[in-house]
Each structure stands twice: as C-alpha cells, then as structure tokens.
C-alpha cells in the first residue's frame, strides 16, 4: 500500500478521483513499466536512492506525470524488494570506530596552519591504514543502514507491466480510502465474501435490503456513530482488495476533503479494477455444487438462487447457500450443512437457532443426526448427495412463517 | 447476585475506544447526557471513553448496575529516587493537584517539566500512559522513568508492542493504538502536548477512559488555534511559566550569531536560473489568472509539465540552499574559532547531516539511529571524548542532550517553536558561562527571511550580526 504522501486525487464536483492509468489515454506507459520493472531487476546490489533517481530520470521528458506518481511507483517497486539492512549494526559499530579514531584529531581542516595541522585526507588515510580498507569503501559502509542507502538484494518484481500497472490504480485508490469516513455498497450478490472481509477489516456494518437479493451495505467503525474520525481509513483500504474480486456491486465511499469539507468516491464492478485477490469461490463444498447443478435454473415453479438473502441481528450475519423463489411469491431458504466436525455443527446450530424464526429449510448428512432427534419439518437428511426430489417435496410442505 | 432477570441488568462495556452501554432502553437517552448516541448497529447506546468519570458517577446510583471496563491496576514504584522539586516546580504540582488532578503544565524548555511529571505518577501511582513526539523522546522517558522511580516500563512504538501498566509510546502509536489500550490506565502525561490536539492525535486523549491527565510544554500555541481544545482534551493549564522568567533564572544567556553564506558561482547560477524558471512561470499564469499561486502550481504539476518543471525548480533551490559546500567551509572556522568546546550542529536533513558527518568524521543522531548507538554517542559527547555532535530534527523537541556551549544552526524552518526549543538544547544551565547559537544561512536565499522570522520570538532579542 502507498503512504498518504504518494496519493493522488483530484476533487471535481463533490466528487473524488484517485489517479488512474489508462489503457488507451496511458499507453506510453506500458513501456514506462517495463523500463521501471528491468530498472529493479538489474539493479541488485544499487542503493536504494540510485534505483529511485533511474526511476525518476525515465519520467524526465514526460509531460504527464507528477512527483507524486512516480514516488508511488516507487513504493510499490520498493515493496516487491528486499533491501539488505544491516540488522547486526555493522554501519553503526564502523561509525563509532572511525569517530572514535578520528575525535583526537579534531577539528578536521582542508588546509594545514599554524594552529591547525590535521589535515582531512591524511587523518581519513591513518585511519583507512589502521582499519586495513581503503577510504572509500569505509565510507561507502559508514552510513549503509540508512534507508536511502540499502542495498537492493533481491527483487521479486510483479508479473509483468500490465500487472505492475493496474496495481498501481487500485494502490491509488485504497490511498484515497485512507480519508474515508463511510463506505456505502449496494451488492445483488457475493455477500458472504463482502461480509466476511468486512470483518476481517474490523468494520461494522448496517444492512438494508432493498429489494429481492438486493442490499445496501454501510461500513464503518465503531467510533464512527459518533464523530467524524479517519480511524478506519486504513480497514476500507484494506477491505477493498476483496470488494473488487466480487461481481454485481456499486460503492460509495465518503471522503474528507483538504479543505475540511466532504466529497464521494463512487466505483462499480463495471469499472474494470482487477484486484489481487482471486475471485470468491462459487460453491462452498462439492455437495452444494453437485445439487446446484442438477436442480438447474427452476422446478416445480422454484427458481434457485445461490447465497441470494442475508440473515442479520446485529452484527451477526448469515448467509444461507441458497434461496428458492417460487413464481406465487413464496421463499425458502436452504442451508447445507456439510461433512464437519462436531464444533462447526454446533456452532452452525447456534446461528439456525439464531435466526429460527426465518424460513430456512436445513440439509443435513444423516450422518450428523442424532439417533434421538425428531425429525422435523424443516429438515431434510441425504447420504452423500442431496436429492432434489426430496427438496422439492420439502418446500411444496414449508410451512412459511409470517412476522 | 441479581436475580432480576438479564433485561434489567445495565452493563457499561469497553468497545474499541467508545463505551458501550447495554440493557438502556433506545428510546430514552441515558440520563440525557447529550454524549450518547444510539448505535442500532449493535443495539446499544454508545459515547466516548474520554466521559468515563462522568458516566460511572452517574450510573452508580442506578440499581442493576455493572461496570465491565477494565480498571487501572495500582504500581508500586520499586525504588524512588527523585530530586527535590524547585519552588516552581512544586508550585505546579500542587496547581495540577488541586484541580482535579487534571491540567497542563506550561514552562520552558530546560525548566524540568520532566521532573514535575515523575513527582506526579510517584504521587498517584496508577497506572500512567506517557505520549511523546518521537521515539527518541519516548525512549528518554523509558530511561527517566527507570532511574527516578525504578520501573522498566512497557514500549509501545518503534516497531514494539510491549504493553505494561506503566507504558511509554510516541503520538502516532498513541493514535493508531489507543482503540486497544485505552483502557486500563489512570493517568495520561502528554510529554510536548502541542501535538495533540491535531485531527487525528486527538484521538489519544478521547478514547481513553483515564481520569487524571497531565500535559507538558513550553510553547501551546498551535498556528490553527485548536491549542483551545486542550482545556477539553487534558484540563484546564493549572501552571504557566513565562519564558521571560527562566531566561535570567535557570537558563543562560546567549548570543544569537547569524552568518551569511554566499553559494559558489556555479550553485549561484543553478540557484538564479531555478528562481527565474519559477517566478516566469508564476508571472505568465498571473496574466490570466491574478490569483494565482504555489498552492495552485502544485496541484497543476500532474497535468502542466510547466508547473511540474517550476516544481523541480523549487526542490532543487532548496537543496541547493541546504547543502551548500560554503557551508562546511564555515562550519571548518566555527570549530576551528571553538577548538576544544562541545558543539551542537543542527541540519535540516538527513543528507545533509550525512555530509558534515563524513567531512569531520563526527557522529550524528538521526531519526533511525538506534538505541545502543545513540547512548555511545551521547555519552561520548557528554564525556568530552566527541566535541562534535551532528543531529536533525530528532533533537529539535525535548530530548535530553548533553551540555554544549556553542550551537550551529544549519538549513531549517524558521517557526517560533522550533527556535525556542534549539535554543533551549544548548542553554541548558552550563556554569552561568556565556552559550553561542549560530546559525549558517544562504545569503540572498529565503534563508534569510527563515533567520529573520526565527528572530522575532523574544528568546532572539539580543542577535547580533556579523561577518565572519
């Protein structure tokens, strides 16, 4: 991730902009990239402002690119590297050797006089012959655990321009999400995965359904209810990776201004941001897919939707696996309970019971059960796959509660 | 035991640096303090950690009460060993105990606010958070707070996370994670306070349920006035020192010596052509647009390569203007007019520092030095072994540096705070002797006009000008 220092936004009606390259607009700079990436690759052993000046002098002639870009480029170089550091403190042990050796000597003059005779070059040449090392090499070491002065050891690069490129436009855009304050998303699917990450990332969330499969989702933290606070930039920075992997959403983030006022960066899916993170999974076990397949689009009048309703209190969600919608308005709800240990089963046992009072129809491996339990309405048991036709039977009999 | 069911039982809980509370009901605000906000996200009322006091006060007259926030552990100090306090300094801590234990402490750089603080935690030995700017700070604190009261306390900053009951920490680490520590300690010291009240900072002093609260500086004034906040923050100030009043006193006096350095001819033909490049592209923008100006320029560089070449322009003055090789030559003939006193070399930067470094093999403090390193330094120089201390602006607040007599100011920015706290550094009480503060500045560069604005605080008074 970039340093708010290396972020770029413009401000145009109320509206935010992170720097984007692109495609057509940016061509050149698919060049740019490869320049830069074979920069890192050749430059093992450089320090780590001489790989930032090449960098720099590549943008020399370009028109088209303020300092801050290409610090960010920078960064993001410098974050796929690993620099030597020093960590036994040899810089630190020279120093004091040499400073040592040389406080006798004090003041060191250019020129030799009356007063004065410990003359810079000679002083640095007694010392250079007591260390055995020549001048120069002490005093390339004497300051190597300095940052702009690390040694680039190794280079693990991106995987190519173009990857080195549209890493850079979702960079620009968490930095932009370090001034958010809320973010607001609209999802028609992918809620397990948008939920789970925005739990990972500490935020809480308030959720709205607006229509069949439709929700509206308001992130923040806890902090954030009662005043403004840019506490949870970082977590929406962090959270956005994983909302640019998912399909069908529209987000609205609400953004601190410099001159203390508030603007909106809003983003879709459509916006062509190809995240890091690899799509989420479209099944969650081999059993749901199996039956997910084999039902097909509709039966009987039940059409079937995957993870298509969220079940909330509080902070607490669940997303069962599937909804079926029947064409005379009725839904049920249907969660698969896999093959698991005992304590996921309980703990899957103690969000059913959460949200008992919803219509959810629970598949489960008769493995599972209990000798003692009673079977009820809402349950239907399989051995290894689930049958649809012991689903079907099972949702024409639901009895569906109204609240 | 209640036996009244769960409904009825109210819960105040710690939540991330807001205080939650459980079992009021939502429609009615809790004893209509207006700093609770329903949180239907949770399903509790929610407010600030800073209202702690307040709050407990008021709901324990309420039945079915329980308090679940995590309560400061009382320290023992192993083993005090304090200096007797001078008639201010006692003064102080008197006011700040006298007001609720809650209040800030304003005197001069030098003054021993220091020791007003530790006198406060050997007195009410809670458990003390102590926020100071920079690590180096934070790590004189640890040290301090080991020799005068016997504690090894936690560190929370430089990349540690070493929470104890007694923990030191830097305004960042404060900010980034007071969600998680707020919690658990009675006191709060605010080592140079000024650096609180930003934006973000604040958030140190408000997410924490600590009742008493101390704050330290010599110079409050913010230039965006949220210095007022502190009164909200931390108390109200309970003690304020003039810096009048300890220049004749417990400081020495000083002279202030400004030189002028030309640059060489070719650094002075880099310098005029970077001016012109700049001041021509300012004039022909203002022929269409008489407003406009550096703000302006900057956000235009991503699209005008002309601004972005006035950009480089500007950045290239100013390195000119700090590292200019006249400079060394000048330093040479300080230490050589100094030979055998201790001396202090401010700089701007770290490359700049690096270079005098290396010119007169001399050792330098900088932000990343580390621990072991700067004590070998520091007590080198303290022992007369270095004459020659080189440091930027990590010593610019606060940090302990041995005596020195003779200061030079190399490079810097010319705001009223940071030449009090220089100043500050070499005039540490040194025998009632004379102390100097040069300072090395650029001739016909804005330096002057950074010189001239560092003059106008009132420690500047007496600056004399000369040639050198």
């Known amino acids: ?403 | 035991m209640d036996f009244e069911g769960k409904n009825e039982q109210i819960i105040l809980k710690w939540d991330e640096g807001t205080l939650l509370l459980d079992g009021w009901p939502s429609d009615n605000t809790p004893y209509n303090m207006g700093i609770w906000r329903w949180d239907s996200r949770v399903g509790n009322w929610r407010c600030d950690a800073i209202y702690y006091q307040r709050i407990k006060e008021k709901l324990s007259q309420t039945a079915n009460f329980r308090d679940e926030v995590m309560q400061p552990a009382s320290v023992h100090w192993p083993k005090v060993d304090l200096p007797t306090l001078r008639p201010e300094q006692s003064e102080a801590l008197d006011n700040w105990t006298q007001s609720g234990r809650r209040g800030q402490v304003i005197m001069p750089t030098g003054t021993g606010k220091t020791e007003v603080a530790l006198a406060v935690m050997a007195q009410t030995k809670t458990a003390t958070l102590v926020v100071a700017p920079v690590r180096d700070l934070m790590y004189q604190w640890h040290r301090k707070i080991l020799k005068g009261l016997g504690y090894d306390a936690g560190i929370v900053g430089d990349n540690t996370f070493d929470i104890r009951p007694v923990t030191v920490t830097t305004y960042d680490s404060a900010y980034i994670h007071i969600s998680r520590m707020g919690a658990g300690f009675g006191l709060l010291v605010f080592d140079e306070e000024h650096h609180l009240p930003g934006r973000c900072r604040r958030e140190a002093a408000i997410l924490s349920t600590a009742s008493m609260r101390l704050g330290l500086t010599a110079t409050p004034e913010r230039s965006d006035g949220l210095h007022k906040d502190l009164d909200f923050l931390i108390g109200p100030v309970v003690y304020n020192m003039p810096f009048r009043r300890a220049k004749g006193s417990t400081l020495a006096d000083f002279d202030v010596i400004r030189i002028p350095v030309a640059l060489n001819d070719e650094e002075q033909q880099v310098y005029s052509q970077c001016s012109r490049i700049i001041r021509e592209y300012i004039v022909s923008q203002r022929e269409e647009n008489p407003g406009y100006n550096w703000q302006e320029l900057c956000k235009e560089t991503g699209k005008d390569p002309k601004a972005r070449h006035a950009q480089k322009a500007y950045h290239l003055k100013t390195s000119i203007e700090s590292r200019a090789e006249e400079k060394l030559r000048v330093l040479e003939d300080i230490f050589r007019l100094h030979n055998g006193q201790q001396t202090l070399v401010f700089v701007g930067s770290n490359a700049m520092a690096i270079e005098v470094s290396k010119r007169f093999l001399a050792p330098t403090i900088l932000s990343h030095t580390g621990k072991k390193e700067r004590l070998a330094v520091l007590d080198g120089f303290a022992r007369g072994m270095f004459k020659v201390l080189v440091a930027n602006q990590v010593l610019d607040e606060g940090v302990d540096v041995p005596e020195a007599k003779i200061g030079v100011v190399i490079g810097g920015q010319g705001s009223t705070r940071q030449a009090k706290q220089r100043l500050g550094r070499i005039l540490r009480k040194n025998g009632g002797s004379q102390a100097t503060l040069y300072e090395v500045v650029c001739e016909n560069t804005k330096e002057v006009h950074r010189s001239r604005s560092r003059r106008r605080s009132d420690a500047y008074e007496r600056t004399i000008h000369r040639r050198v």
């Open chain 1, 1 to 403: 991730m970039l340093t708010s220092e290396q972020s770029i936004v413009e401000f145009k009606a109320a509206q935010v902009f992170p720097d984007k390259l692109k495609r057509n607009a940016h061509r050149h700079y698919f060049e740019f990239a490869e320049q830069m990436l074979s920069i890192y690759a050749n430059g093992i052993g450089q320090q780590r402002r001489q790989l930032h000046k090449q960098v720099e002098k590549l943008f020399q002639d370009e028109a088209d690119c303020p300092i801050r870009r290409i610090d960010a480029f920078c960064k993001l170089l410098d974050d796929k590297s690993v620099y030597y550091t020093d960590p036994d403190g040899n810089a630190a042990r020279l120093r004091l050797q040499v400073f040592s050796k040389a406080a006798q000597f004090h003041p060191l003059v250019s020129q030799r006089d009356q007063l004065f005779e410990h003359v810079e070059n000679d002083i640095k040449h007694k010392i250079a012959k007591e260390l055995e090392k020549p001048w120069d090499e002490i005093e390339q070491c004497l300051y190597a655990d300095v940052m702009e002065y690390q040694r680039l050891k190794e280079f693990e690069g991106y995987s190519g321009a173009s990857e080195f490129l549209s890493r850079y436009n979702v960079a620009q855009l968490q930095a932009a999400l370090y001034k958010a304050q809320t973010m607001r998303i609209w999802a028609s699917g992918d809620f397990k995965t948008i939920l789970r990450y925005a739990k990972l990332a500490r935020l809480l969330h308030e959720i709205k359904r607006i229509g069949p499969s439709q929700y509206e989702m308001v992130l923040s933290g806890p902090l954030s209810v009662l005043h403004e606070t840019r506490r949870y930039g970082i977590s929406f920075a962090r959270f956005l990776p994983a909302l640019l992997a998912c399909k069908g959403w529209r987000m609205s983030a609400t953004i601190k201004t410099p001159w203390n006022g508030t603007a909106r960066l809003s983003l879709s899916d459509k916006d062509g941001f190809s995240s890091y993170l690899p799509q989420p999974d479209e099944f969650d076990s081999s059993v749901e897919e199996a039956f997910a397949k084999e039902f097909g689009g509709e039966r009987d009048g039940w059409r079937l939707i995957r993870e298509g309703e969220i079940l909330h209190e509080n902070q607490t969600t669940f997303v069962p696996d599937f909804v079926f919608r029947h064409k005379d308005g009725r839904e049920v709800l249907m969660e698969i309970i896999g093959f698991w240990t005992p304590e996921y089963l309980a703990h899957r046992r103690e969000t059913v019971r959460r949200f008992r009072d919803c219509n959810i129809l629970l598949a489960i491996p008769e493995s599972s059960l209990k000798s003692d339990v009673v079977k009820a309405k809402d349950i239907v048991t399989y051995k290894k796959a689930l049958a649809i036709k012991s689903v079907v039977e099972a949702l024409c009999e639901f009895k569906i509660k109204v609240d």
